[in-house]
Nanobody, 120 residues
């Protein structure tokens, strides 16, 4: 009943920028927190950036000052602007959203994952 569709991943050189986008669609009553996670092979998934429905943000220490999360509530979208990218940022990124659906139930949804590769 709800899906998250990501775009914007790809290959970029060190020091470059990418903007990830995630659109939520379906039987949505309300979206609460949204965020971006990343997971390297064989490692735990970690929070990169999160944003509440009120616009309060938080970031992993490794990306502070380089990444910016934002959202457009009218469009049910969340973005991750990634600047000054480093090779260690290379991994799979996942969009996440806490959503109340039309039935009244509240669930956490995940995007399909998008690959970000930072390499020269």
């Amino acid at each position: 009943q709800v899906q998250l569709v990501e775009s914007g991943g790809g290959l970029v050189q060190p020091g470059g920028s990418l903007r990830l986008s995630c659109a939520a669609s379906g039987s949505i009553l309300q979206i609460y927190g949204m965020g971006w996670y990343r997971q390297a092979p064989g490692k735990q998934r970690e929070l990169v950036a999160g944003i509440t429905d009120g616009g309060i943000t938080n970031y992993a220490d490794s990306v502070k000052g380089r990444f910016t999360i934002s959202r457009d509530n009218a469009k049910n979208m969340v973005y991750l602007q990634m600047n000054s990218l480093k090779p260690e940022d290379t991994t799979v990124y996942f969009c996440n959203a806490d959503i109340k659906i039309r039935s009244g139930w509240r669930y956490t949804y995940w995007g399909q994952g998008t690959q970000v590769t930072v390499s020269s």
